[in-house]
């Protein structure tokens, strides 16, 4: 059963561009969202997160947009660059079971030159 | 790679025989969780620990067993590896607020 659903798949955005993912979570009890990136052949890294008592939040370039309602949430990169170039990852998890993440599918991107 | 390693980083075994995993760090936190990662599913919670000997299971554990006798090593154990565990396995740790830190991987083939 997957509990979060991430889409797209794939994405590519030319440089200096706005990358838009967005995931959508089934469980009300997720209490923290974070994403994570991932280059070829690494780990996956924390690269920001939000809980559901804010809208929004932003770290450089990078923004998570959080609707409580919809029970969505995204992540913007603005100003895209090749270096961003990776697999994003977005996740959920709650109180209770050692905080285990639930994680999307992942999203491809590709910032061309 | 937030003081943590993962041994071996690569690794084909056959059919059949048992394969164990390590994943050791040097950030003395509390959890530690086993993922697979295979496209197309992200990644899937096999096993977690929250202290020394405790163990509980995640979302896909059947075929694999863990352990943990020191805070700072937490093993993974195939005991008989299957084609299907075929994957690239990552190792997290936790201090016990919400984050968790990545290991850089190993990736198993199971021929």
């Known amino acids: 059963q997957q509990q979060v659903k991430q889409s797209p798949q794939s994405l590519i955005v030319q440089k200096g561009g706005i990358s838009i993912i967005n995931c959508a979570y089934e469980?009300?009890?997720?209490?923290?969202f974070p994403w994570y990136q991932q280059f070829p052949g690494k780990g996956p890294a924390l690269l920001i997160a939000?809980?559901?008592?804010?809208s929004e939040k932003k770290e450089g370039r990078f923004t998570i947009s959080f609707n409580k309602s919809a029970k969505q949430f995204s992540l913007h990169i603005m100003d895209s660059q090749p270096g961003d170039s990776a697999t994003y990852f977005c996740?959920?998890?709650?109180?209770?079971?050692?905080?285990?993440?639930?994680f999307g599918s992942g999203t491809q991107l590709t910032v061309l030159p | 790679d937030a003081g943590i390693t993962q041994s071996p980083r690569h690794k084909v075994t056959e059919t059949g025989t048992p394969v164990t995993l390590r994943c050791h760090q040097t950030?003395?936190?509390?959890?530690m969780y086993w993922y697979r990662q295979d496209p197309g599913h992200g990644l899937r919670l096999i096993h977690y620990?929250?202290?020394?000997?405790?163990?509980d299971k995640g979302e896909v554990s059947d075929g694999y067993s863990v352990s943990r006798s020191k805070t700072e090593d937490f093993l993974l154990t195939l005991e008989s590896a299957t084609s299907s565990q075929t994957s690239v396995y990552f190792c997290?740790?936790?201090?016990?607020?919400?984050?968790?830190?990545f290991g850089p991987g190993t990736r198993l083939t199971v021929t």
């Open positions: 997290a740790i936790s201090p016990g607020n919400d984050e968790q830190y």
């Open positions: 469980n009300t009890a997720f209490d923290y």
């Open positions: 939000i809980r559901p008592d804010v």
């Open positions: 996740a959920a998890s709650m109180e209770g079971s050692a905080r285990q993440l639930t």
């Open positions: 950030e003395n936190h509390r959890y």
């Open positions: 620990s929250y202290g020394v000997k405790d163990t």
